[in-house]
């Protein structure tokens, strides 16, 4: 597996990684390239904070590939036995963080349907306002291309669509030689240094929310009394943009997320009565968006769903991780965290199965924990994982070859054990 | 190499001009293949009383992809009642207009399908669409991809490209996305509603492009005939669901001067202006016009009463009809300067005066259509209806009486007024197996499929005899795929991945070089992840076979 990409390009110079899909945030940059130093993994053609600090979580040389059981080093085979004793001794476990590809996502939905196990990923509070929006009232998006060709105007809306994903505003910008001149408003949110095009920044009084749906009623054309001036010269510059887009960051978003993405919505909708507008979500880190997709389209269902013998059942509010661990109704927990060393197993006393980065091993060393260590897509293994807009899904290929195993491979594994453990006892007279 | 004959049931097979004839069918290795009479086979079914066919083949349905996902999401009411599970092998998989994957591939082969086929695949969205189609199981599947709205394209026939370039431009991005066809959705109208434009008409032009849908449905289908690829030009015409519509719908037919064309869900597309509701029928004009033309196929696109949800390329007409949704709540999508997705749920009702005409107008579509060859059985999944409801449709073309009782619930002035009421015809089973397998099978160019001779792939469906056709079709008696027994009386007994059909087409590699500037200039993914090659189709399909066919340009010549 080792820089099979390398011969590929023969001007690349010997570097590893001209087709690099980066697996560090949502965005998925596939325009950069990682070369292999002496020192470790070294981003070429970005200055991405992100990426550099993920590429930097691995080692020059691959760590001795670990797996341990209630603190003790064992042997693959060993911990994979172990972990299936638990997981057939559970009623009710816990898949969470869930931070892994497609094919791991796959293979986690079809174990989980062996023990009837709840499905939630670490950044399932994010997803909640956004889910609950589109199930309430829809959505209207835009994606990276469109706004990259068409968005005269962008909004962000308590983000400066920068610190979590570097790339962002970059990747959107308009193409050389464009026909329209772009202009990047942020409201409630300091605009990052160094943007092109016209940049404002609207610091409305009050919270978010208000300014959110001050801005919706301007839109409508509503006439209010103590209305904002800037947020007034802000909702005309939208209503007369060609193609408007309003960029929000979920992970960022305070306690009543919802009713701000209901107010988003709303103000795309109305837009679009009279001229073309799209929202664009930076969410989906850690793989939620894959994570999501993947339950959705196997069982019918998002994440927060219980997937078992007896069929399914989604619930928003009681199937959040944190929730379930806390009150107890949850006897079991196996996480994932293959991107990059986060998501973090939380502390719990409930047994633990941790399929994780290298890093977490330290974490993980505690009695009634089983560790196994497993390969990051973009790194050390092949994989796909889905772009923030949820309709891009990007290849992504292994930089070298750590001899992890995959999640695919370890909840393959583990199903396995599981329907060799169903057989044996149902055989039993 | 075990082998397994039906003995003794009253076989179908329109590919072969077979009608109801006894006789036995013998299987080996996933293949059909002709056992002598005193052949011992390794397993023997007693079929008489049955009546046997190929199995299924659904070529336009909404099975995999962004847009069904999204549906799914904003559904969850649709996926709350949990069936139970009546075999160990189903995994945990719910839904009725937009199921989970498994169930879709469970439900679709207890009704005795084997293969179907997603029509609107975003070329940035493929990956994800195979994904989808690959944890289909049981069934073969393949996609078509949708061009003609992208911006290159557009941007290709606007400068006046030569045709030579732009129909490599159309085997690359069969190629590259791993389809098997083209769809085109609302001509140029996708791109066009980006730039703000509500309406397209056929000789209209685009706001931007200054192109007319008819150049664009004129040049899709010339290419596609060029390059030697079997389907038709799979074509989703202009002003869907608008009164007066026929106009559209003739003239894009005109627009294909003779070439291939395959009209999907034609009913929502077959609409007058007449009445004191200015929205009538205009199944006549239709079907007269498609008697007229050879080069036309047409699947109906049937709707069914009840809850839905309409999942389409077509943003222009699914943003045009978002107030009309229910439950009211509506995703749309401008996608990457490709294409784009609108899902509105959906509602329909006996009652309502313009429902009821659709119910009829699809119908009269199927009954006054002469030739079956031309003519597949679809309910254009979700959007007029779930698949499920197929027994269901069967039953109202088979059955005059049983049609009327349907007839007689609907919204009085229709019930009082339609053609429908004055057509005895009563499909036979020969028909219904030509619009449900070999025609589908013929129009994708899959010869070893739909059909039951020798050699062809044995893919079968039996069907116990019974007057309510509806309960015959819903539960058969037993499938099976590529020899496999799948299921018995509407209970799984495998769940084997199914295969991806797609095409290897030819054209100049020259044509990369247009692409790879224009997705540097304007796209915002590498042209190197721009495509999808074999071994990452299978992993993006599960593993099935990768049932490719090679096909051959007739460059030049018609
Ligand atoms: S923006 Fe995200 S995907 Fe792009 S390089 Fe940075 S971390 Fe990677
Ligand atoms: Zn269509
Ligand atoms: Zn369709």
Redesign the interface.
Known sequence: MNATTQTQNPDSSGSSG??W?CPFCSLLC??FRVESQQGGLKLVGSDCSKAVQGLASFGPVPSAPSATVDGREVSPDAALDAAAERLAASRMPLFGGLATD??GM?QL??LA?QRGAILDHARGDTLMPV?RT?????????????I???ADLVVCIGTDAASNFPEFLR??AP??GAAFARRTVFVGASAPAGLQGEVDEVAPHGDLFDAVAMLGALIDGRRLPAADAALEGLAQAMRAS??CVVVFEPGRLPAQGTLITEAVLRIV?SL?RK??A?AFMLGGADGLQTA???T???????LRSR????????DPVQYASERLLQEGAVDLLLWVASLGPKPEPPATALPRIVLGHPALAADCAAAGTVFIQVATPGINA?G?L?RAD??????LRALRDDGLPTVAGVAKALEVRLAVRRLATEDRP | MSTIRLKGGRVYDPANGVDGETRDIGMRDGRIVALHPREEADHEYDVSGCVVMAGGIDLHTHI?G?K???A?????E???A????DSLLE?????CC??????TGYRYAQMGYTAAFEPAM?A??A??AH??MG?TPILDHGAYVMLGNE?LFLEMLARGEDFERIRDYVGWSIDASKAMGVKVVNPGGISA????QRKLDVDENHVHWQVTPRHVVHTLARALTELGVPHPLHIHASNLGVAGNIESTLATIDALDGLPGHLTHIQFHSYGKEGPKKFSSATRQLIEKVKAAPNVSIDVGQIIFGQTVTASGDTMRQ?AN?DLGSPR??????????AGCG?VPFRYREQSYVNALQWAIGLEIFLLMDDPWRVVLTTDHPNGGPFTSYPHLIRLLMDKSFRDEQLARLHPDVAASVDLREIGRELSLYEIAIMTRAAPARLLGLADRGQLGVGAAADIAVYREDADREAMFATPEYVFKDGRLVARQGRLEAVPVGGTHFLETEFDPGIEKTIEQYAQ??????Y??AKIGND?LC??A?GGALLACKVHGRRGGK
């Open positions: 001209q087709d899909t596939d325009g497609v094919a796959r939905v079809r349907n889910l589109l199930q309430d009232r829809g959505q209207m998006f835009s994606t990276l291309a469109e990259r060709n068409r990747r959107c193409v050389e060609t193609y909708m679009n001229t073309r799209g999501n997709a993947v959705t389209w196997m069982s019918g269902l998002p997937v078992g013998p007896l069929g399914l059942d989604h092949d796909h889905f949820g309709v891009v899904t990007l290849p | 995999g962004g069904v996902n999204l799914r999401m904003m559904l969850p649709d996926h709350r949990n069936r139970a599970r995994l945990a998989s719910n839904g937009t199921p989970g994957t498994l169930e975003l940035a969205n990956r994800h994904m989808e944890d911006e509603f980006k730039f703000n943003f978002a709540k509506y995703v749309g999508g401008d996608i990457e300067c490709d899902v200039r304007h796209l915002s993914v590498s190197r992840n990452e992993s993006c599960n």
